[in-house]
């Protein structure tokens, strides 16, 4: 599998965290130094803060903004869900989905997420879809596996173009808000496997147009690290993303 020339990929998710003044002050910051960094940032925040932060980074080269999660049906009677055309409407270029929090903590299964993935495809938002194994899965060396099952499951039916439209974020579980990263050369083995299981199911060709992230415990001392791997396109990051100094310091390194 030949190596990917990049511009990095630097997500940020705010996951539950922010209010309007406080986002609007945090992308007034970045746009500052966005003229000077080779990078495309990426911000999933809350779903209350999609319209304003969209608008503020309206005409703003390389900053897109989405949400961090969405309901899988068109519309319909289910309180307190969000579809994927009022994430559209709102100012969202992408959403994240199967992010490990969701998983563990709201049981959303490979099928839930996968109906999600069809619609928001369907409704034109990009996907980030989120896998990853978690410490037990780690050490019984079954991480392979359990990315197979994950990519498979999230990802069937999905046609050969559609991974034009879709970044897979490889977040071990043990990783994320961990403190402890993954070591880049590893995380870079791993792409490759989520690499070569896509282009085995959908052609070398959707696994070639695939951009793969990493996420878990990513910050300004080790960000480099993974930039420097062709095999990783960039990065999902949850705290380090919170405060602009800390981000800026990471988008500033590509
Ligand atoms: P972290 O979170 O950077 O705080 O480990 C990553 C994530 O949740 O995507």
Not at 89 to 101: K, M, N, P, R, Y
Not at 118 to 144: M, N, P, W, Y
Request: net charge negative; proline share 3%.
């Amino acid at each position: 599998m030949p190596a990917k020339t990049k511009r990095p990929i630097i997500v940020g998710n705010w996951k539950m965290y922010k209010t309007a003044p406080e986002a609007l002050e945090f992308v007034d910051k970045l746009k500052e130094r966005l003229a000077t960094t080779h990078a495309d940032v990426l911000l999933a925040v809350p779903f209350t803060l999609i319209r304003e932060v969209s608008q503020a980074a309206a005409h703003q080269d390389h900053l897109e903004i989405g949400a961090q999660n969405m309901n899988d049906a068109s519309e319909g009677a289910f309180t307190g869900e969000i579809s994927a055309s009022m994430l559209k409407d709102a100012g969202a270029t992408f959403v994240l989905l199967g992010h490990s929090e969701r998983r563990q903590y709201y049981k959303e299964s490979n099928e839930f997420i996968h109906k999600k993935v069809k619609r928001a495809l369907q409704e034109g938002l990009k996907v980030i879809l989120c896998v990853g194994e978690t410490f037990d899965e780690h050490v019984e060396g079954r991480s392979l596996e359990v990315l197979e099952e994950q990519l498979l499951g999230c990802l069937k039916e999905l046609q050969p173009d559609d991974f034009e439209h879709i970044y897979i974020a490889y977040e071990p579980i043990w990783a994320v808000g961990s403190g402890k990263a993954a070591q880049p050369q590893d995380v870079a083995q791993e792409n490759s496997a989520i690499q070569a299981i896509i282009a085995k199911q959908w052609g070398e060709n959707a696994g070639n147009a695939l951009k793969i992230l990493y996420g878990g415990s990513v910050n300004s001392e080790n960000a480099k690290l993974f930039f420097n791997e062709p095999m990783i396109d960039g990065v999902l990051i949850g705290s380090a993303s919170l405060n602009v100094a800390d981000f800026d310091k990471i988008i500033s390194q590509t």
